[in-house]
């Protein structure tokens, strides 16, 4: 007698989540005679224009599920996220979920899941910076206290599971599923040649990327940066996808001059594919932003992250991203370095193969959902 197919849930609610659960739906349609996959979009972050060019650069099926909770407290997010999407696990009553990355939808689904007594796997487990001032870190650690598998994209993030109890049996070293879209999508990003669409030339030009709360939200030290990427400019183009969370404080804060530098582009955020053309073809990348790190990391392209501290040491450690606490005198010190060119090189970790998603689909049907 054949068995019924198995049902899992996967669980996306913003861009980034897009990139990892991408690859893993079209991994799992191999299994489609054992495994019926859907997916479920919270809503989280939610742009039309922006949502739709991700699910059609990344060939994603609409989702089972949209729950459009939108913008709000983290409180009021979390709460609105679990009330929706218990009612989608009482109707399509999954036998697991798996949830991605560190965002409000990750924690708030890992919890209604787990509340049911539905098995719930982490893509992107363990990952830490050490920093509970950052929302991320918390829905990092709390999600993996509930979680029951963990696919593990580096082994530092194993380290750290093992260090909070975690048995070897639930940790699988799988690689990075942001890789796998890179790999996907770069053929079609080379031929976009998006840079020089707008006038920059190839390899001389920095890509910058700025949103993270604590570099911002303070006037004080947002005007300290844009002050060490005027001096940047006097030597290299800019180009800065402006989010918009950053436009409205320049805005607020009266530093609208900063636009109209010759040579700084401000433009509005780019979909997938083509944020993906200029770092391809950026002279290095200065940035806050999480993924950024790693898919420079595998492009080859130097880094300078403004933060203190990250959740993806190995980006560092073996790849070319570099950590620089941003006060004033260490991002002059790093914006020196770029104008001399003097880069570190690095290497594309292990498993960072473009396969990563395989992996988890052959563990979920062949040992998890048994």
Not at 121 to 129: C, F, I, M
Not at 143 to 148: K, N, P, R
Not at 223 to 242: C, G, H
């Amino acid at each position: 007698m054949r068995q019924a197919r198995k049902r899992m849930i996967s669980v996306v609610g913003a861009r980034p989540n897009y990139m990892k659960v991408a690859p893993i739906h079209r991994a799992m349609q191999a299994y489609s005679d054992r495994v019926e996959h859907l997916i479920v979009h919270t809503g989280q972050h939610y742009g039309a224009a922006m949502s739709d060019s991700f699910f059609r650069d990344l060939e994603m099926p609409a989702p089972t599920e949209f729950l459009g909770v939108g913008s709000g407290s983290h409180a009021e997010q979390t709460a609105k996220i679990m009330v929706g999407f218990e009612k989608v696990m009482l109707t399509h009553t999954p036998d697991a979920v798996l949830v991605v990355g560190d965002v409000n939808s990750t924690l708030a689904c890992a919890l209604t899941a787990a509340k049911l007594h539905i098995p719930v796997a982490h893509v992107e487990a363990g990952l830490r910076s050490g920093d509970k001032s950052m929302p991320e870190e918390i829905n990092r650690l709390a999600t993996d206290a509930i979680a029951d598998i963990g696919y593990i994209t580096e082994e530092s993030a194993a380290n750290f599971l093992r260090a909070e109890g975690w048995s070897e049996d639930r940790l699988v070293f799988v690689g990075n599923t942001m890789i796998d879209s890179l790999h996907y999508a770069l053929p079609t990003a080379r031929t976009l040649k998006t840079a020089q669409k707008l006038g920059l030339q190839a390899h001389d030009y920095i890509l910058c990327t700025l949103h993270r709360p604590s570099n911002v939200d303070s006037k004080e030290q947002l005007s300290m940066i844009i002050q060490e990427l005027l001096f940047l400019a006097e030597f290299t183009p800019i180009l800065l996808p402006l989010h918009p969370r950053t436009r409205k404080n320049i805005e607020a804060f009266g530093m609208t001059a900063f636009f109209h530098h010759p040579n700084i582009m401000v433009v509005e955020p780019l979909g997938y594919v083509e944020f993906l053309s200029v770092i391809d073809t950026a002279l290095a990348v200065v940035t806050d932003s999480g993924g950024v790190q790693e898919e420079t990391t595998v492009l080859g392209i130097p880094c300078i992250t403004l933060r203190p501290t990250t959740e993806r040491p190995i980006t560092c450690t073996v790849g070319t991203n570099e950590l620089v606490v941003p006060t004033q005198a260490n991002i002059h010190e790093a914006f020196e370095r770029i104008h001399a060119r003097a880069f570190k090189s690095g290497s594309i970790p292990p498993l960072w193969d473009g396969h990563s998603a395989e992996r988890i689909a052959e563990h979920c049907v062949g040992q998890w959902l048994v």
